[in-house]
């Protein structure tokens, strides 16, 4: 099928970029630091791609779960035990159950309540974390050292950390696209599209939903260990409302209509953010502006640019 | 804890829950009649505060900087209302809540460039300085008595509007049957731009009036905004009323879980985890109270629309 | 008398002040095709509303299967044998025709818990789909979007999404309404090759159709069972013709 193959075309190219880029000149410290940055939020776009684009709910608190598992780091870090055999399953374990928890209570609304209220679970989650004074409470934490993996120390080498990222959003994309393609994803998408239809052939959307919704926060639970790790450093400042924000903009600036959308619109952003910031310390006087003319005009996001401009041209 | 501690703590919370009302009244408005979620009303707020605090300033009168801030926040509101919200009326309400997020962005570093990231300080006005005595030996600050008493009158007078004028009957049909409006041949463009006005200066309002009872800095809306989330969600979306009640529900719960669970916690905890744990959830108990209405109201406790 | 499928015992329903629903009872026997026709605002689809479950009523049972279902969400009465089609087309638009209906067969088939195989190669799914399209005659539209087939077109798919449910009884709201002279044909005379494979309960105006269809019918006025019985009888009763067939032959 070429249309599908040509769809695979853009991500395999992305990935394969990431993969070269150290050996492109982009191996220094800064750039080795902001592509790991990139493809965590990637990551962490991408699970929440899965509700918002997947399951098509908009959810403003998905920060929470990407700081649960960065601190699921923390107490692990504060115990002495930085396995990440050990530590990872336990920041996405931590982050679904968070997910599951607040989803059930969520999933029972829809649309403007569900956004207010899962923005009302990460102001939760915030505070929660605000308050851990053996955490650091407002100051955060620094981690003793970052994880290890099968007791090796892989981690701390730059080129060992940037492609374990990579693996991992990668493995993060493919899994998307077949949860999608399932059975599952099928009465997931049929319950986005048509709610009414759906319970008419027999399927109650809430365990699907619930469900896609405890995967996506342990995917964005494994996004915070990545996180913590690269950083070396837990703030609560990791689940403030504004993170998810972000998160959501990243989604829909790429083009919600894919899980590669949620990876493009991660790294543009950040690359954005970068670059405004090296113009002037105000920079998100720029950027603010720019988000909403983005909202305003890029209908279909980056990934639908390039058909957006030849349907504006051919009207022109 | 005394009988005392407690009553001022009350009134704190009521207090604050008027201020929130003020807030949350324009968010379910606007939502209720535009089906509009608007994530930058808190950026309202703050314009409010720092308006008044200029404007006082400059003027020299606290009271004839309250009184410019109204128009001032008003015209904000109307000017975004024509350069950004305007084009959001027929998208969806993801991209209503990233556009809105993006004038919360902006609004929030041009305070900041314009008045600085330090919090600025304002002078309660000399006529109401000092306190009250409630009862022998509790004083209460006579400004805070101010407060809830103009909160309440405004509460009163939008009351009026909603529920007895033409416009306030236009309002509630809108909120409770959309399409109605259209049939009706109301002119919706105009009745929009006046509520998203109305709806902003009642939050620069609220701002204005606090400024002297807390620290005017950037970002001080974001977290008002949510609480006035929480209220319209546990009022019921649209709901003016169901916004007065839950709006004073959360002040108290937020106010008195606050300051009084730490010291709750210690009757069954030591000291110190008592009062780590007793602030941790003091702060979470709006957001829990929330969960459990919604759990067994998922549409709040005074839903507007019908069907 | 055989065990009836469908019985609806009193139902009632009240909106605001308006009942819409009023003390309807009636049964619907394996097989038999129950019309139910009424003038305009007459509560038809709120009867449906009632039978499917997407509306509780007031008060009343709805009897499926022997078993009282009154209290079950549209999704778990579904599962027992309960399809129907929407007076408003409502279909999944995204969706290619074929993948609405296999949604329908994936509904009866096995759990949907399964997260790592492609729902698309599902031969088994994608098999009985076909068979329902191709029943209702869009055999050749399949993988065309919902969104892009035309009305007539989206009536059959949701017959065609009724059908793969295998139920034990359909419920068609209007399935005519809105479909060309030809379409209503072709969908007249599939509707005749399931009788007796189906219990239908079939809500139209199309007055020729109903009586070539029915096998009884019942007619609702304001809410109340005015007559009940067989076509013929129902044609002749009076009261029936003044309160509904009279104006709609006079028109
Ligand atoms: N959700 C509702 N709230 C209030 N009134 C309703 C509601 N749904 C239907 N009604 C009213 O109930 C009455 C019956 O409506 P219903 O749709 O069941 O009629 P119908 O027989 O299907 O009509 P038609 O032949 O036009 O499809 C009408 O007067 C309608 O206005
Ligand atoms: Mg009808």
């Keep these: 099928m070429p249309a599908s193959r040509r769809a695979a075309t853009l991500p395999l190219l992305l990935f394969a970029l990431l993969a070269a880029a150290p050996f492109l000149g982009l191996g220094e410290g800064w750039m080795m630091t902001l592509l790991a940055r990139g493809m965590i939020l990637g990551l962490a776009a991408l699970s929440l791609w899965l509700v918002v684009g997947g399951a098509g709910l908009v959810s403003l608190g998905h920060a929470a779960m990407l700081g649960i598992g960065a601190y699921a780091v923390v107490a692990l870090d504060e115990a002495r035990i930085t396995e990440a055999l050990v530590v990872a399953p336990a920041a996405i374990g931590a982050a679904a159950l968070f997910a599951l928890l607040t989803g059930a209570v969520a999933l029972r609304t829809a649309g403007v309540p569900f956004i207010m209220i899962t923005l009302a679970f990460g102001q939760m989650a915030f505070f929660t974390a605000a308050s851990l004074a053996f955490y650091g409470g407002d100051d955060g934490y620094t981690l003793y050292a970052r994880s290890t993996l099968a007791g090796g120390r892989w981690l701390e080498n730059r080129l060992g950390f940037h492609y374990l990222c990579l693996a991992l959003l990668a493995g993060a994309f493919l899994f998307c696209h077949l949860l999608l393609a399932s059975r599952f994803g099928r009465v997931l998408r049929a319950a986005r599209e048509n709610p009414l239809r759906v319970q008419a052939v027999g399927f109650s959307p809430y365990p699907y939903r619930l469900l896609a919704y405890g995967i996506a926060g342990g995917m964005a639970g494994l996004a915070g260990f990545l996180l913590a790790n690269a950083t070396e450093f837990v703030a609560p400042s990791f689940l403030a409302w504004q993170r998810s924000g972000e998160l959501l903009f990243m989604v829909i600036l790429g083009g919600l209509g894919s899980p590669f959308g949620a990876v493009l619109g991660a790294l543009a952003l950040l690359l954005l953010e970068e670059g405004l910031g090296h113009l002037t310390p105000h920079w998100r006087l720029l950027l603010g502006p720019l988000l909403v003319l983005a909202v305003l005009f890029l209908r279909g996001g980056l990934v639908g640019l390039p058909a957006q401009l030849a349907g504006t041209r051919r009207h022109g | ?307 | 008398m055989v065990e009836p499928v469908l019985r609806l015992d009193g139902l009632r329903k009240r909106f605001g002040g308006l009942t819409v629903t009023d003390a309807v009872s009636l049964a619907v026997a394996p097989g038999e095709i129950h019309a139910v026709i009424g003038p305009n605002g007459a509560g038809k689809t709120t009867l449906i509303h009632q039978v499917s479950g997407t509306l509780r009523p007031d008060a009343g049972r709805v009897l499926f299967a022997g078993q009282d279902v009154t209290g079950l969400p549209l999704a778990r009465r579904a599962r027992l044998g309960l399809a129907r089609s929407f007076q408003i087309t409502s279909v999944l638009p995204g969706f290619s025709a074929l993948e609405n209906v296999a949604l329908a067969v994936q509904g009866r088939s096995g759990s949907s818990f399964r997260f790592l195989r492609p729902a698309a190669a599902e031969a088994m799914l994608n098999e009985a789909a076909m068979a329902a399209l191709a029943q209702t005659g869009l055999a050749g539209r399949a993988a065309v979007p919902a969104a892009a087939l035309s009305h007539g077109e989206r009536r059959q798919l949701e017959l065609a999404i009724a059908l793969a449910m295998q139920p034990r009884l359909l419920l068609l709201d209007e399935p005519l309404a809105g479909t060309g002279p030809e379409e209503a044909e072709r969908l007249v005379a599939l509707l005749q090759g399931l009788r007796g494979r189906y219990a239908i309960l079939l809500v139209e105006h199309d007055m020729a159709a109903v009586f070539a269809l029915a096998d009884r019918v019942s007619v609702l006025v304001q809410g109340r069972l005015l007559a009940s019985g067989a076509p013929a009888a129902i044609r002749a009763d009076p009261a029936v013709r003044v309160a509904y067939l009279g104006e709609d032959e006079a028109a």
């Design chain 2, 1 to 307: 804890m005394t009988a005392q501690l407690l009553l001022v703590q009350a009134l704190n919370g009521l207090q604050f829950g008027i201020l929130l009302f003020l807030v949350a009244a324009g968010l379910t408005l606007v939502f209720g009649v535009m089906d509009v979620i608007n994530l930058a009303h808190g950026v309202q707020y703050m314009l409010g505060a720092y308006l008044g605090a200029s404007l006082a300033a400059a003027t020299g009168s606290f009271w004839l900087g309250l009184l410019l801030a109204l128009p001032a926040t008003l015209a904000c509101g109307l000017l975004l209302e024509l350069l950004v919200f305007r084009h959001l009326y027929d998208r969806d309400h993801l991209a209503q809540v990233l556009a809105t997020f993006g004038v919360i962005l902006t609004l929030n570093e041009a305070v900041t460039l314009l008045w600085g990231s330090a919090p600025l300080q304002v002078a309660t006005p000399a006529l109401l300085e000092g306190g009250v005595t409630l009862m022998p030996g509790l004083q209460y600050p006579l400004y805070r008595l101010a407060i809830l008493a103009a909160g309440l009158a405004t509460a009163g007078l939008l009351w009026l509007l909603v529920e007895h004028t033409r416009a306030g009957a236009l309002l509630r049909a809108g909120a409770s049957n959309r399409p109605m409006l259209a049939a009706l041949g109301v002119d919706t463009g105009r009745l929009f731009l006046l509520v998203f006005g109305l709806g902003a200066m009642l939050a620069g309002f609220a701002g204005a009036m606090a400024a002297p009872i807390l620290s005017v800095e950037p970002g001080m809306g974001d977290s008002v905004l949510i609480l006035a989330f929480v209220v319209i969600v546990i009022g019921g979306i649209g709901s003016v009323r169901g916004a007065f009640l839950a709006a004073l529900l959360v002040g108290l719960v937020e106010v008195l879980g606050r300051s009084l669970l730490p010291d709750l916690m210690r009757l069954v905890l030591a000291p110190s985890p008592a009062r780590q744990a007793g602030a941790s959830i003091g702060s979470m108990l709006v957001y829990i109270a929330m969960a459990l209405i919604l759990a067994v109201r998922p549409r709040g406790l005074f839903p507007a629309r019908a069907g």
